[in-house]
């Protein structure tokens, strides 16, 4: 059982940068950040491969791109990632999750490829 805690949001103006974090309690495979605005369904944002430090960002995220903007990264010395939010956008506002896999198969970009989720952490962008 790997559990998950996530820190790091709040509320920021446009333009501004958050840094969320996520501690693992234990081993594994991949950590991603998701985010959610209801009614929608949680929506891949960036993964990291653990054991080679690679990231992955979506596309898209809501039909805008967050490559750029956005940047995973994870400390090398124990199973925490990161996500770096600069040049946030109104529409950046979202409840964002980080998520953890222990298997070693998927695509790393649905929320089902993912067996562990943190407890949620809200991000808030307006003037």
């Known amino acids: 059982q790997v559990q998950l805690v996530e820190s790091g949001g709040g509320s920021v103006q446009p333009g501004g940068s958050l840094r969320l974090s996520c501690l693992a309690s234990g081993y594994t495979e991949r950590m991603g950040w998701f985010r959610q605005v209801p009614p929608n369904g949680r929506e891949w944002v960036a993964y990291m491969n653990m054991p080679y430090s690679v990231p992955y960002y979506a596309d898209s995220v809501e039909g805008r791109s967050v490559e750029g903007r956005f940047t995973i990264s994870r400390d090398n010395t124990k199973n925490a990632i990161y996500l770096q939010m600069n040049s946030l956008e109104p529409e950046d506002t979202a409840m964002y999750y980080c998520?953890?896999?222990?298997?070693?198969?998927?695509?790393?970009?649905?929320?089902?490829?993912?067996?562990?989720w943190g407890q949620g952490t809200q991000v808030t962008v307006s003037s």
């Open positions: 998520a953890a896999s222990t298997r070693r198969s998927g695509t790393w970009r649905r929320a089902d490829d993912y067996n562990y």
